[in-house]
């Protein structure tokens, strides 16, 4: 049996890797920690709350005196760090917040695993930190030696953190694993990212906002074969590894959007292009043959097949993303859109 604390739960990964874990692995105990900020939402939890081998703690994890008092309670075996503000777009606005919370609760999480001896510390980051490539150049691709190269606050503070990640397996010998993924999608994505942003306008008939001309690249991974693979790191990675998770899905932002479109039979005259994201990364693809080679990993869902599942979660599950469009979302969407 191991006790194993999921950070960031609440929200789109974390949420997903809870279900994971509990469907697999009923022996374990699975402890998330979640300050619950706009993108967490216990909704996403709710079919697990009642199972006996679940915990939840609304803690924020820059918060070192309740992080303290719950590691000596819980005394977790494995910690998996996906909290963290997550939203380009966000940080661009208010980079503060995420330095915060991406740097500092790293440090406040590691500092609690070194004085419980917690046997492994998983930092959940991102492609974004080897910045981005070319268009012109599809043979080249992000592997673990490429240098960091971070473009906005969000990149940086996620850049940050493997830095510090990386420096606590040197000087304390903390046992530590990084994975760097792709872009996700899937169930309980939040609805301001791109595609699950796009089906619900889509659904209403409203503009589909494209940044710039669409073409920028992004490389697509249905979530529960991130979760499979953070799973495998967890249980079989080296300590001091970084482990890209990627699976050859590379596709223009207007190629996402017209698919969704189409797959639900609405007109692309809806599609609307607007203003660039300031510093606008253009092109993300991963190389994924580490983890292929080292812990047998492989994506198992076609984008194809993931995007109609995703399509159809999204359409049978309205009173999820309805809650959250009515809250604090609503305010978000007019700041960011009205004027652009
Ligand atoms: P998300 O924004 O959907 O969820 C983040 C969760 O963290 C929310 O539940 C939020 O309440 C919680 N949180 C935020 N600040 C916190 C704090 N100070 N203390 C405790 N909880 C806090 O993000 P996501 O898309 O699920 O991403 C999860 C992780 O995966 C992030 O670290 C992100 O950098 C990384 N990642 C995301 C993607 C992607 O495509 N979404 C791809 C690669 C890596
Ligand atoms: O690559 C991994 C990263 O993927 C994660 O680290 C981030 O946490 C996650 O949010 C995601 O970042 P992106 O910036 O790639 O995702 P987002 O959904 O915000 O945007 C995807 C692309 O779509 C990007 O090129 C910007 C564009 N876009 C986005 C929105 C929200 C639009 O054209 N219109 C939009 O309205």
Known sequence: MKKILVTGGAGFIGGNFVHYLLSRYPEDKVICVDSLTYAGNLDTLSDVTDNANFGFYKIDI????????????????????FAAESHVDRSIEDPGIFLRTNILGVQVLMDACRKYNVSRYHQVSTDEVYGDLPLDKPEMMFTEQTPLHTSSPYSASKASADLLVMAYYRTYKLPVTISRCSNNYGPYHFPEKLIPLMIINALYDKPLPVYGSGANVRDWLYVEDHCAAIDLIIRKGKAGEVYNVGGHNEKKNIDIVKTIVNKLGKSERLITFVKDRAGHDLRYAIDPSKIHAELGWLPRTDFDEGIEKTIE???????????????????????????R
């Open 62 to 81: 820059t918060d070192a005196v309740s992080i303290d008092k719950l590691f000596a309670e819980v005394l977790p075996d494995i910690v998996v760090n």
């Open 313 to 339: 979660w999204y359409i049978n599950n309205k009173p999820w993303w309805e809650k959250i469009i009515n809250g604090e979302y609503r305010n978000y969407y007019e700041r960011m859109y009205e004027n």
